[in-house]
């Protein structure tokens, strides 16, 4: 893969190095998946975050198929509210945890919004191995940028899609300030600027642009 790689990924992935988070390139979504698959072993616990990348790649009905034992159904199987709390607390030390990115730099900060927080905790240290999966066009020069992706595209999109009432969601563009409340989707923001767990972190990054 790496002699197809693009040359913005090539740079990303010099970068993540220094950070101590693997980069691995595929070209396609199918490709993707394999790679995903092949990272699990047999019997392994994995969660996943919401991820609309996921989806379009075909993962997460591969995953529901495999040899694993996935989290998420079960979680999402449980009608008491504070014992799905407890279930998503539990979930989110998974053996492998895989997601979707909301922006990346050019230099490597991987930036994530999440609305209650379970995602991004299992990203920061609870989650065993994490993958992350993105389409390139999540990458973007600078944090600058990076926020304004997250804030201005991927909260509004997001919000949209669940039909949540939120500023953004009505205007397209984000109003932090008058943002509150239980709709609001970017309740904790998290920046990933480094990995001390050597092999913890890999980011999946894909030729096509996916999600929003």
């Known amino acids: ?39 699990i072993p047999e019997g392994a616990t994995v969660m996943n975050g919401g991820s609309t990348t996921l989806k379009q790649i075909g993962f997460l009905d591969a995953l529901e198929k495999g040899p694993y034992e996935w ?15 407890r279930a998503r607390r539990r979930a989110g030390t998974a053996d492998y945890f895989v997601g979707g990115i ?17 995602r ?27 926020f304004e992706r997250l804030r201005n595209h991927a909260a509004v999109e997001e919000c949209r899609h669940l ?18 409340g239980d709709d609001r ?7 990933i600027e480094n990995e001390r767990i050597a092999g913890r972190i890999c980011v999946v990054m894909i030729g096509e642009e996916l999600g929003y």
Do not use: H, W
């Open 71 to 85: 989290l998420r159904p079960s979680v999402a199987a449980i009608a008491d509210p504070e014992e799905r709390i």
């Open 102 to 118: 909301n922006a990346i730099t050019a230099s490597g900060e991987i930036l994530n919004a999440d609305g209650g927080g379970n």
């Open 120 to 146: 991004v905790a299992a990203y920061a240290y609870g989650a065993g191995k994490l993958l992350l999966v993105a389409g390139v066009n999540k990458i973007v020069p600078d944090i600058a940028a990076a």
């Open 1 to 39: 893969m790496e002699a197809s790689m693009p040359q913005a990924v090539a740079r990303l992935k010099a970068e993540l190095a220094r950070r101590g988070i693997d980069l691995e390139y595929r070209p396609d979504g199918r490709s993707a998946v394999e790679f995903l698959l092949s990272r």
């Open 185 to 191: 989707q970017c309740g904790k923001v998290l920046i």
């Open 163 to 180: 039909g949540a009432d939120t500023p953004c969601a009505r205007t397209g563009r984000c109003d932090n300030d008058a943002c509150r």
